[in-house]
């Protein structure tokens, strides 16, 4: 027997998962993503003397506020109610760089790992944008789901790289 694939419906179209009957659990997702950047830009970062501000405090926000609106970008993705968003940093020396790690929390009967992962992402690209009158070559990379838990497939746990 062939396995139905959850956002084609009988015609080919695309449709979005009925997650109604769905059981409602506490669901936790924690995305992770790199930025890295030059030591001279990582330093004015660090100084708080980019151009622009404060890169961090605007990622930290603009983060948590894609995580908010995360249905209105990824297209059959639901409408949820979270009850958690946050974003922390880790900035790094060698090489010169800055950890974003995003959490997310709902109690519902779907799962929160693309408001992670579009909350890291997101957080990211602003750090570039405050940083790039400093320099262009900023690189993002190692965007992934690093853990998740609730819901019929329970705990998901990414090996560290």
């Given amino acids: 027997m062939e396995k139905q694939l959850s956002h084609i419906g009988q015609d080919g179209g695309l449709k979005m998962v009925d997650v109604g009957d769905k059981k409602i659990t506490r669901r936790v997702a924690v995305a992770e993503a790199v930025v890295e950047l030059s030591e001279e830009t990582l330093g004015l970062l660090e100084k708080q003397?980019?151009?622009k501000g404060d890169a961090l405090v605007c990622?930290?926000?603009?983060g948590i506020l894609a995580a908010k609106r995360t249905d209105e970008l990824i297209p059959l993705c639901h409408s949820l109610g979270l009850s958690y968003a946050d974003i922390r940093f880790e900035t790094r020396h060698d090489p010169a760089s800055i950890r974003i790690e995003?959490?997310?929390r709902s109690t519902g009967q779907t799962g929160v790992e693309m408001e992670a992962i579009i909350a890291v992402q997101t957080a990211a690209a602003?750090?570039?944008d405050m940083c790039k009158a400093a320099q262009?070559?900023?690189v993002i990379s190692n965007v992934r789901l690093l853990y998740k838990n609730g819901?019929?497939?329970g705990e998901f746990r990414a090996k560290r790289s």
């Fill in 49 to 51: 003397a980019l151009p």
């Fill in 59 to 62: 990622a930290k926000a603009g």
């Fill in 102 to 104: 995003a959490e997310t």
């Fill in 126 to 128: 602003i750090i570039y």
């Fill in 136 to 138: 262009r070559d900023i």
């Fill in 151 to 153: 819901g019929k497939s």
